[in-house]
């Protein structure tokens, strides 16, 4: 008999703010975000963003993006429609255009506002999603690749 009153009072309580349960689906922005994490081989090392890691915390090598990366990862995944916590907006894109300036990363796939770059990949996608962050900065939606 506990079970049905725990979740008649969470039930109840969860929606008292006026949140609706539309705001708990998963929408196709976030489906395409599981079908990015899907082209980083499990083994591999990645740095991503806060909510980006939450789907992460399986893997054994998941760094967060911060100021003080002491490490070279094999992947960095961005979201550049989601939060850029624990950065500053300035900080995430001065660390999005030093990665996509130099040579080091590829941006080997694009698309919804997410970015995957990996460690010695080819540059050539670089200079498009380069002029796209530095033009509109957030809103690079037409970048596909």
Do not use: W
């Not at 991503?48 to 998941?62: E, S, T």
């Amino acid at each position: 008999m506990a079970f049905p009153v725990l979740f008649y009072y969470y039930t109840v309580n969860i929606f008292q703010d006026g949140s609706t349960i539309a705001q708990y689906t998963i929408t196709t922005h976030v489906r395409n975000g599981h079908e990015f994490l899907k082209s980083v081989p499990e083994d591999s090392a990645i740095i991503a963003q806060n909510r980006l890691a939450a789907h992460l915390g399986q893997r054994r090598q998941i760094t967060l993006v911060s100021r003080n990366l002491q490490i070279q990862p094999e992947y960095y995944l961005f979201d550049l429609k989601s939060s850029t916590a624990p950065l500053d907006q300035t900080q995430y894109f001065q660390l999005l255009i030093g990665l996509l300036s130099g040579t080091d990363y590829g941006a080997i796939h694009a698309g919804d506002g997410y970015l995957l770059l990996q460690k010695g990949a080819t540059i050539t996608n670089n200079n498009a999603v380069l002029s796209c962050i530095k033009r509109i900065r957030i809103d690079c939606d037409a970048i596909n690749f």
